[in-house]
């Protein structure tokens, strides 16, 4: 929402997350798509070169991006295997809106799967 008020303005605006799917449901103007762990969106705690190439990357895509909705998936990787580093973030017991939402995430989920097959 603010990225399109910030759009409407003149401003240009990109998002760096790890729900690509989610934020092209929404309709950003433009994506770096990176595949961290929740929480970690520009890298690894204390790890300053990983985060300028993020920022970096992201800066570029708001330069290059030809038309609205552009995304990039970047090449960083995480140095921990993703479930790994699941296991590692998730809480021993969900949030109450994790408890709410998890079942109509799945119920998404499961329909864009059949959908493909």
């Known amino acids: 929402m603010l990225a399109r008020t910030l759009e409407a303005a003149g401003f240009s605006t990109i998002l760096v997350t790890n729900m690509p799917f989610w934020a092209e449901k929404v ?3 433009r ?8 929480g970690h969106l520009l890298g690894q705690p204390h790890d ?3 985060q300028t190439r993020v ?16 995304v ?3 090449p960083e990787g995480w140095p921990v295997p993703h479930r790994e580093a699941l296991e590692g973030w998730q809480p021993d017991e969900p ?7 998890a079942p109509q995430v799945r119920e998404i989920m499961r329909k864009r799967r059949q959908r493909r097959a």
């Open 31 to 38: 994506m770096l798509a990176v595949e961290f762990p929740f």
């Open 48 to 50: 300053a070169a990983q």
């Open 95 to 101: 949030s109450p809106v994790v408890q709410v939402m």
């Open 27 to 29: 309709g950003v103007p």
């Open 72 to 74: 990039v998936h970047s």
């Open 55 to 70: 920022i970096r990357q992201a800066l570029e895509v708001l330069e290059t991006a030809e038309a609205p909705g552009a």
